[in-house]
Every structure is written in structure tokens, then in C-alpha cells.
């Protein structure tokens, strides 16, 4: 099979979806790659390390949709929508429940769309969603540290404190990988952590797991307005597979917090579980409601791609490696897990949470058979 790997155009988005590493082992089981020129320049992979790796360098965009099976990292956007055709599968991020034109566009090129979100192992982990919310997690602390200095438009606060000065307090919403990477983070950095949770074996794992400061309740609105009015630093960070992310913070509750406290939702590609958030780029991150500094990037771990890349790719590689080695009907049909990856086949939406998210006609249970 012919592997695609284009440069990514999104808003300082320097991650590529292969290292040189994974273009080698799919070179030598007999596949050939195409990269774009320049696609891993941003992650520290040179043209010339592809090509000792076997790759095909080729000069545009174009050439490297042109395969049968593109890998990519993040969903297309508008200037990529005519690469799209009925004869390409694409594997990435969607993110399709947030998306409706992309999800439309989609639909009506024909496009085969492989989610990486979605992908799910027997036990309903979710292999591809892992690595780069564990990035972001922990991104978000860091974040928000900075923010908090005064000079970056927060409070002023040192997030851990120091002696006779009490340390920031951060909220998480959420216990997930997003959630406990935050959270170990956090609590390294020596903040008061208030996680909050509807899976009470989770939160009890987490206080297990992660000890000194860290505080667990369980999600009502209660809790979580009192968390929230209460936190210098709010972490979204709620995930339902595949669907929108729920609204679990109103802008109310946004409007009790402090002035200069500050608000990260890393769920924001999903449509984002606080109210007052909306989506920002890498080069314009930030803004203000009511005196709450919001950061909204949608591609946070696009801050540190040298580690994103490997960690993705690791993740990602024997899926390509698999796809390419059956076919991708083939392929899917052998390992369920993988085909609860579909969410695109032959112009329809094949995922249930993206139909419904859309009021679309609901997916057949197989629908490649």
C-alpha cells in the first residue's frame, strides 16, 4: 500500500503524523510512503531522515493526498477539503461531533474517516485518545501557571506558594488520563487539586495514586459550583467517546470565580465542557470573560511536538501498520476495536454519537457488511 503523510497547515501545529522510525518498519514490510516536504521540520525530523528511512519525499501537498491511506494528526481543514475522495482513507483526529461542516464535507466526498478518538481496545480504553491527553493534561498545569502571572493577565499567584503563603487552587473537572495527568502535575507543583468525578471507584483510585493536597468529590452542581467558585485555575477536562463534550460548567459559575483566575478546556476540540469557552490557536490563545482569563487552543500538545509526535506515532503505528498490511475493509473487519474507528464509510456517518450529535440517520450496527 502507498502511505500518505502531509504536513500539517493547522495554526502552529509543528507534529507529524510518522517518525522516521515508523516510515522504516512500513518501508520494510514492503510499503511505500510518501512525506511532504518538511512535514516533521517542526518535531526535529528532517527530510533527509525519511529518506534514510525509505521514504519518497515528495514537493506538495497534493502528492502526498494522493495515496490510498493518509495519516495525518489533526482533521482537515477548508483548503485540505479537495484532497478528499472516495478512493482515500484517512486516519487522525475528527473530532466530528464538534465539527459539522467538516462531518458534511466528509459525507459528500465519500472519504473513508478513521478516527483516532474512537479507536477503543476490548476493555474500552481508548489507545489513540491516550497519549495526547496525557500531553495535554499536563500542558494544562503548566499553562496555567504561566497565565496566572500577573504580567500574562492573571492574579498573581504562584501557583504552589511558599512558605506562610498559601498555595493557587486548582479545580479539574474530570478524573480521566486529562484529569490525573493535570492533576499529578498540579499536585508536583505543590497546588491545593480538587478533582471532581461521577466515578467514585476512579476518584478513589486517584486518591490511591496521588496523595498530599489532592481533594475528590463527586460531580453535582453543587459541588461543582463550589469547586469552580472557588478554584484559581479551572481544568476542563470531561470526555464522552466519540460524542459532544457535555456542558458540565455554566457561564454563572464562571462569574463567581476571582478576577485573574484562570480557565483551560482541554475537551474544547470536542466542543469544550465550559460554558464561557471557545476555541483559540496557538498564535491568538487566550481571551477574557468577565475578567476570567480563557485559553481554548484546540491543539494544545501542538506546543510540544518533538514529544507529541513520538508518543502519537508510537500509539499509532502498528494500526497503519495493520491497515495497510489487510486493506482497510480487511482490517476492520478482523479487529472490532479498530473499526469503532470508522465514522466515515461510502458517504454516510457510521459513528452514533456523530449522527446524533448532527440529526442524522442513524448508522447500521455493521456497516461494512
Not at 473530532?95 to 481496545?121: C, D, F, N, P
Not at 482569563?293 to 507529541?308: C, D, F, I
Not at 502519537?312 to 491497515?323: D, E, F, G, I, M
Request: charged share 25%; proline share 7%.
Amino acid at each position: 500500500m502507498i502511505v500518505g503523510v502531509p504536513r500539517e497547515i493547522k495554526d502552529q501545529e509543528s507534529r507529524v503524523s510518522m517518525t522516521p522510525g515508523g516510515v522504516r518498519m512500513l518501508c520494510e514490510a514492503g510499503h511505500r510512503v510518501f512525506v511532504e516536504t518538511q512535514a516533521g521540520e517542526g518535531s526535529g525530523f528532517g527530510d533527509d531522515e525519511y529518506r534514510a528511512a525509505g521514504a519518497e519525499i515528495v514537493p506538495d501537498a497534493s502528492a502526498a493526498w494522493g495515496t490510498q491511506l493518509v495519516v495525518k494528526v489533526k482533521e482537515p481543514l477548508p483548503p485540505e477539503y479537495a484532497f478528499l475522495r472516495p478512493d482515500l482513507t484517512l486516519f487522525t483526529y475528527l473530532h466530528l461531533a464538534a465539527e459539522r461542516e467538516l462531518t458534511l464535507e466528509m459525507m459528500k466526498r465519500g472519504v473513508t474517516g478513521i478516527a483516532y478518538e474512537t479507536v477503543e481496545l476490548p476493555d474500552g480504553r481508548l489507545p489513540l485518545l491516550k497519549p495526547m491527553s496525557e500531553v495535554a493534561g499536563r500542558l494544562a498545569v503548566q499553562k496555567g501557571a504561566f497565565y496566572l502571572e500577573k504580567v500574562n493577565g492573571g492574579s498573581g499567584k504562584l501557583i504552589g506558594g511558599v512558605a506562610g503563603v498559601e498555595p493557587a487552587r486548582v479545580t479539574i473537572i474530570g478524573g480521566g488520563v486529562v484529569g490525573a495527568g493535570a492533576a499529578r502535575i498540579a499536585l508536583g507543583m505543590c497546588a491545593e487539586v480538587t478533582v471532581l468525578d461521577r466515578d467514585i471507584e476512579r476518584l478513589r483510585h486517584l486518591e490511591e495514586v496521588l496523595h498530599r493536597r489532592l481533594i475528590t468529590r463527586s460531580v453535582d452542581p453543587l459541588a461543582v459550583e463550589e469547586a469552580v467558585a472557588r478554584a484559581d485555575l479551572l481544568i476542563g477536562a470531561v470526555l464522552v467517546k466519540g460524542a459532544r463534550t457535555p456542558r458540565v460548567v455554566t457561564r454563572a459559575m464562571v462569574a463567581r470565580m476571582a478576577r485573574g483566575s484562570v480557565v483551560i478546556d482541554v475537551s474544547v476540540d470536542q466542543g469544550g465542557c465550559i460554558e464561557t469557552i471557545r476555541p483559540t490557536r496557538h498564535s491568538d490563545p487566550v481571551y477574557f470573560v468577565g475578567g476570567i482569563l480563557h485559553y481554548g487552543v484546540t491543539n494544545m500538545p501542538g506546543a510540544v511536538p518533538r514529544t507529541s509526535t513520538i508518543a502519537l506515532s508510537n500509539a499509532t503505528l502498528p494500526y497503519v501498520a495493520r491497515l495497510a498490511a489487510d486493506g482497510v475493509p480487511a482490517a476492520l473487519l478482523k479487529d472490532p476495536g479498530l473499526a469503532r474507528g470508522l465514522n466515515t464509510w461510502r458517504g454516510a456517518v457510521t459513528y452514533p454519537a456523530v449522527a446524533e450529535a448532527f440529526g442524522l440517520e442513524k448508522p447500521p450496527a455493521d456497516p461494512l457488511r
